[in-house]
């Protein structure tokens, strides 16, 4: 069974300032993919960006990095300079090789930027 | 559009009665998903459909949930003798094929679903 882990419920920063989203995963697949997604009031789910398991490099998107610990099964986001715009709930999901292609998600982080 | 498109948007219905959610992907992703969100919460899988091959129904809470779709385009998810814990958005998702983890999945905008 897969499993995603987000420890935080709630996060404040300031605006400009980066800010850490942890996540942690657990599973028994050799290989896997492991997403972040944006969810703001609305409710559309937007992806962010994709580390795949094999994946030499931790992956980046504009602003947004995965700080990918393989070891440590972590799979933390950061956003650097953070806008108004950033805050929403943001969600880890793993999809792995052996559990369907399905994604398994954790609970969210709240993020809520200051100006 | 080219997005993955939900119908109704909202739904409020009565303790008992059937309801039935609607899902048009994006036109040429052969993969369905549905998923269901309780409020302050994460998704939770419920069915994946990939092309002709039979869906994939683990994560369907109860026997009274069923989906169904057509080759490769709408999906139908139905909830019977629908209960108030059913209440939640149910969010349909699609992706180009099942082959590699990297299948971005696109988002529709939910069904939120109000049992009373």
């Known amino acids: 069974a897969q499993k995603i882990t987000q420890t935080q419920p709630g996060m404040f920063v300031q605006e400009k300032e980066a800010v850490t989203l942890d996540c942690t995963y657990d599973t028994s697949d050799q290989s896997y993919g492991l997403f972040w997604y944006k969810q703001p009031s609305s409710g559309e789910m937007i992806f962010l960006i994709y580390?795949?398991?094999?994946?030499?490099q931790n992956a980046t998107e504009g602003r947004y990095s995965l700080n990918f610990q393989k070891a440590r099964k972590s799979a933390n986001l950061v956003i650097s300079a953070s806008q108004l715009g950033d805050s929403a709930m943001y969600f880890c999901a793993m999809r792995g090789n052996n559990a369907g292609n399905m994604l398994t998600f954790g609970g969210g982080t709240r993020l809520m930027v200051k100006p | 559009g080219a997005g993955v498109s939900q119908s109704p948007s909202n739904k409020v219905t009565e303790k008992g009665k059937d309801v039935e959610l609607r899902c048009d992907p994006i036109s040429g992703h052969t993969a369905l998903y549905w998923y269901r969100q309780r409020l302050g919460q994460g998704l939770e899988f419920l069915i994946y459909f990939q092309g002709n091959s039979a869906p994939d129904k683990s994560g369907l809470p109860s026997d009274r949930f069923s989906a169904e779709r057509t080759g490769e385009s709408v999906s139908t998810l139905t909830i019977q003798r629908t209960q108030q814990e059913d209440s939640a958005v149910y969010l349909c998702a699609s992706s180009r094929g099942a082959a590699g983890h990297y299948n971005e999945q696109f988002f529709g905008p939910g069904t939120r679903l109000t049992v009373l």
């Open positions: 580390q795949g398991s094999y994946d030499e």
